[in-house]
């Protein structure tokens, strides 16, 4: 019989194993500067200088105010990952510039500021009142396209400097500036690119992200000879922030999702030609506004046009939501305006319509975060509706996640769906409509079932008061039914109002380890007192060095 051999637990293993991928050169990590050669460390601050529009900048951030002292003393740098690798030399870049300006200001002081060129004398420290500090911002709080006023907080930031892609929504309380970039874009494939998607005369509308934007005015004057064209600017004024280095040619014309569009006649009878891949709740409601949708791949230079993520799959998310008993209000942003003021009107939608609601923040969420509430039926997400909601295109998520909108159409008695998509916070709150109280035009005592797995839906948690107002009397010898009243009353009410978490809990199969313990006779083993002391010297190994 041969002897037993344990498997192998590890493989041979060499240098190339341990060589880390992250140091090594890779080529077009930068390829948004376009066929740059491989320049020199001086050269490229040079070209990031000017990619950034660093100069301006500077200008921007050593404006004074009326009583002639720097508006912003701690600025905040935001990037987004894809370009983090340029935080660092944007920031030396920046602080080069401005300890230039400072040493300027000083050579120009009044010999009666005697005070100020003393404190400024050497090194300038913080009691300077020209002295600015400047971080870069470690990984966003939630959405990159937002300004992340959670994280400036940290620093005590009186502005944010947003670089890259953003949304352009109204933030609550923070100072805020916008450096898109300028990114290189090849407008000869793009012209290919778009005549071989559409014939001549067709009706189609140019748009792009915020850091491409500057490009179709050129495209749309060299394509409006041959098609019924119109295009997209960014809505500067909609963001009531700085804008650097970035101007727009007119604000006449329709607004839609942070851009003015210039085109005379119905969007909804136009194609869209989208420059850059948007995120998924921007592509989805972009192709609720127009016929058709197209999509250019700045890296690759080829034009997808789809498939794109399904409205049928938020109509089916928004009839699940009906039978919800209990709504998580998952809260995706703390920066936008009127995040406090939506959240409200969600939670008062919710109380009308007898359900239970809970609010969480959870930074950024994903599927493990949201798996641990399983008393929770569905979530409603407040977040940018650029980056900042959630479409579970794959069904990761066990519960389904709707947006505001979505909520506010499924708590209504009767459901009028009319194909859009709302996910602007303004928008929504204009679209919202009184809810009909619950005790007038419903039978509250109607069983309701879910669609899906036909079984009997608490939907209506906090309507089931009148059924906890049972005054129990002495249960009768070998009766049940005042002990079946007893024990609902006791472990599934909290002060006359139903616990959908306590309810959940004592339905589900499994109850946790150990659970079984007292449905077998089974005798637990005896407790006995364990070694005491530190590893180093334990009882028993001091009674054996004795």
Known sequence: MSELVPPVLSTAQDATVFEFSQVQKTAGARGYLGPVPDISETGLREVLRDYYSVDKLVDFLRQKDDQNKLKYKRIALQFPDSLIADS????????????????????????????????????????????????????????????????????????????????????????????????????????????????????????????????????????????????????????????????????????????????????????????TQPEDPRL????????????????????????????????????????????????NTLSLANTRTLLNKVIKWVRQAGKKHYMFVVGKPNVAKLANFESVDVWCILGCGQSGIILDKYGEYYKNIVTPYELQLALKQEITWTGQWITDFEAVMEQESEHEDSDHGEDEYVPEFNPVTGQLAASKPLRQIRHLEVELGAPEAGGSDGQLVSRFSNTLSIKNTVSTSANYLQTRAWTGLGSDFGAEELEGALVEEGRMGIARGYDYDKEINK
């Open 88 to 275: 660092s030399i944007v920031l030396q870049m920046i602080q080069e510039q401005l300890e230039e300006a400072r040493d300027q200001s000083h050579a120009t002081t009044p010999s009666r500021d005697i005070e100020a060129v003393e404190l400024c004398s050497g090194n300038c420290g913080r009691e300077c009142k020209n002295y600015q500090e400047v971080w870069i911002l470690a990984d966003t709080s939630y959405s990159p396209c937002c300004i992340d006023e959670v994280a400036a907080e940290h620093v005590s930031a009186d502005l944010v400097v947003h670089f890259g892609d953003a949304c352009l929504n109204p933030v609550d309380k923070l100072s805020a500036a916008y450096v898109f970039g300028k990114p290189y874009l090849d407008t000869s494939k793009v012209l290919a690119a778009f005549r071989e998607t559409y014939s001549p005369g067709d009706k189609v509308i140019l748009m792009a992200d915020t850091s491409h934007t500057f490009y179709l005015k050129e495209l749309y004057e060299k394509l409006s000879g041959d098609y019924q064209i119109g295009y997209a600017e960014l809505d500067l004024e909609r963001s009531h922030a700085a804008i650097i280095d970035h101007t727009t040619h007119s604000h006449k014309g329709t607004a839609l999702a942070s851009r003015i569009v210039h085109y005379d006649g119905p969007l909804d009878e136009c194609a869209l030609f989208h420059i």
């Open 284 to 331: 989805l409601y972009l192709s609720t506004q127009f016929s058709s949708m197209a999509v250019y791949d700045v890296k690759s230079g080829t034009v997808s046009s789809g498939p794109f993520p399904s409205l049928m799959q938020r109509y089916r998310a928004m009839h699940m939501t009906r039978n919800a008993g209990t709504i998580g209000i998952l809260i």
